[in-house]
């Protein structure tokens, strides 16, 4: 079979400040290359807010943009915001107007609030606590059916860190353009608080996710252990809830499973539909 080439793009919206999102992307980006159809995988970072980078809407085919610190509001005003806003403005109207070569975009936590903000999907919150830890999500709106996270378990587990929520969902707003939240945070019946929309299925191209999928959790076993970080966490967040961060990372039915499917479902399902006469031979 001969070998073909796709290309993506990584929408980095941490700001210069120091993560482990940006390896694991790269990281699963690499590791799915040649995987299915023979198509290798390249990709280019593009240091979004901080220093203005953007891609062009032609030249990639896969766009990944993602977590980020602070408020999804940060930006309101500032030149990258509104760069980034046009960007997923072209994406989106020439997936409306082509049918056979779409562009493919993931969009993970702060990206995902943001991309919530462009389409007024929902409202954006602060929350009055930081939501830290490995938490169980569930599915709704036929997300047992979904490409992406359909061969995952009911509850699946995920990464979540943010001060930030999306909540209460606009129908309307959503019925417009074909979205579905497909995913929200665990209940608790104890809290009297509107459970965050966790994933929303806003197009076939278009996919988002409130927490971290592409956490790896080998290496944020070992990340989370070095004694620094050890101890910033239990300061900020507990003894208890780090202990039980260390065992969900090491469970292979947690955060290995997510980690294992969320991301890569998505190349796969856009490497198969950019290729469709393959598919059929």
């Known amino acids: ?7 993506v ?3 980095d919206l941490y700001d210069n400040f120091p993560n482990q999102g940006m390896r694991c992307i790269k990281e699963i980006i690499d590791a799915h290359s040649e995987k299915v159809l023979s198509t290798n995988l390249s990709y280019d970072v593009y240091d979004t807010r901080y220093k203005n980078e953007l891609p062009n809407a032609q030249d990639y085919d896969i766009y990944i943009s993602t977590g980020g610190p602070g408020s999804p509001f940060d ?25 056979d070569r779409k562009k493919y975009v993931f969009f993970v936590c702060h990206s995902f609030q943001m991309m919530c903000r462009f389409f007024q999907l929902a409202y954006i919150t602060k929350r009055k606590s930081t939501s830290f830890g490995i938490f169980p999500v569930h599915k709704i709106h036929h997300g047992d059916r979904d490409t992406i996270l359909g061969d995952l378990p009911e509850p699946y587990y995920a990464v979540d860190s943010r001060d930030w929520q999306v909540i209460q969902p606009i129908e309307k707003n959503l019925q417009a353009i074909g979205a579905k939240v497909i995913s929200i ?34 290496g944020m076993s070992m990340y989370f252990q070095q004694e620094e970080k050890r101890k910033q966490i239990i300061e900020n967040h507990g003894e208890e809830k780090y202990n039980s961060m260390i065992t969900h990372l090491n469970d292979p039915d947690k955060i290995l499973m997510t980690y294992s499917r969320v991301i890569p479902n998505f190349l796969t ?5 950019l290729h469709p006469e393959e598919v059929c031979a």
Do not use: C
Not at 79 to 94: M, P, R, V
Not at 192 to 216: K, N, V, W
Not at 269 to 273: D, M, P, Q
């Open 9 to 11: 793009a990584v929408l």
């Open 75 to 99: 930006g309101e005003g500032l030149a990258w915001e509104k760069n980034y806003f046009a960007l997923i403005d072209k994406l989106w109207n020439h997936n409306q107007q082509n049918t």
């Open 185 to 218: 945070e665990k209940d608790r019946p104890h809290v009297d608080l509107e459970r965050a929309a966790m994933a929303i299925r806003i197009s076939d191209e278009f996919f988002g996710t409130q927490f971290h999928p592409e956490a790896d959790p080998i």
């Open 269 to 273: 399902n856009a490497i198969l539909a």
């Open 1 to 7: 079979m001969t070998e073909k080439h796709m290309k």
